[in-house]
């Protein structure tokens, strides 16, 4: 792939800690049995994903479907979450979908974190105007309120035949049952990332993050189901399982003292990135992908990624198709498209995320063999029934308002 920076692997084969969410979530070690790499993370997703949408909704109203005249599709992602090339300025696989459908799609990097980003076009969704997007990805907890609000578009799933494609624990989750409305776009875990030169040590714990060196030179994330779910983690709770808003509250403060004692720099969505871009900090809590980004971004193969000694977090993000858009089968067949085993890699080996697509692992033997094997793309049952990672359980909307409400407050929101 032209002008694709080289992502290597991590050197610390304990980068991780994935997942025991599965057995949590209802899946025993016995039943992980068999999935193969990634097929252990997707039946962790599936099992903490968010209640099923009540029943009883309306009956949506359609805009009409212009995608037969109109050759466009607008896509909204987060950033630094599809392959780049840094000579042509241009999306590789987003080029070869343009030429080989003749659809003109165009991609931007509007999400900095689920909630900003559904509070700035959710009035709009719901006075029923245009977006300017025809898809948008969403985190699975967020999938789910927009779901529920009725805020996206079903997929005709016969005119994609490429979704068969998806990780079997992946096709029916319960917020999406029968995945009707969403397809995932990758998944991934969220711990700690540094870089080593300027550090100067190993990172293990969270602790470690909160050294008197590195005062000010912290970044978090602004999404409290990572950030406040490793604390949580560090804490002795099993996010994945039920906890108390005592149990919460004490995480929170416990990053309200790290703001406050000057150890966190900035609380952020992905633009936490240009702080470690810049060497305005040097170390945080971040997403795994991320840190590979930036070792390609940068030249610098010393940013490393960890799950801390106590637990990672692990999580989804879906394609889903706003209520609004008039360009809905432009966009189903951009999904399909990216649901191509080889294409599937493609982006993979770019973004260093967990592959949602069957068959790609395959394909990545192809594109890199060493890459075929990292347990960031493709984990094992074996490397996740090791580790403590785990998916944040799924809240009631009272919950998710009490929390959230909770942490604006730290974070100033």
Known sequence: ?????????????????????????????????????????????????????????KALTLPKDVSATDKVVRWANWTAYLDYDENTKKYP???????????????????????????KIAPQLRAGQDIGRDIFTFTDWMANRVIQAQLCQPLELLRMPNASHLLKPLQDVSFDPGRAYSLTWQSGFAGIGYDKSKVGRELKSLDDLWADDLKGKVVVLSEFRDTVGLLMLQQGVDISGEWTKDQFQKAVDAVDKRISGGNIRRVKGNSYLEDLKSGNAVAGIVWSG??????????????????????????????????TSTHRRNAQE??????????????????HYVCPVAGAQQEMEKIDPQLAQSPFIFPSEDYIAKHNIKGFRALTPQEDQDYSEIWAKVVGN
Request: aromatic share 10%; glycine share 8%; with cysteine.
């Open 1 to 57: 792939m032209s002008g694709m920076p080289s992502r290597p692997l991590p050197r610390d084969p304990a980068v991780a800690q994935l997942v025991r969410a599965a057995s949590a979530g209802g899946f025993t070690r016995r039943a992980l049995l068999g999935l193969g790499a990634g097929g252990a993370a997707a039946a962790a997703l599936a099992a903490c994903a968010p209640p099923a949408p009540p029943a009883g909704s």
């Open 93 to 119: 696989s987003l080029e070869n979908f343009i030429a080989k459908s003749g659809i003109q799609a165009t991609y931007s990097e509007d999400i900095e974190d689920n909630d900003s980003y559904f509070s």
């Open 290 to 323: 991320d840190i590979f980004i930036l070792q390609g971004e940068t030249q610098n193969n010393n940013w490393e990624f960890v799950i801390p000694e106590s637990g990672g977090t692990l999580w989804s993000d879906n394609m889903m198709v706003p209520i």
């Open 334 to 351: 951009l999904m399909n498209y990216y649901y191509q085993p080889d294409v599937a890699a493609q982006v993979a080996a770019f973004v």
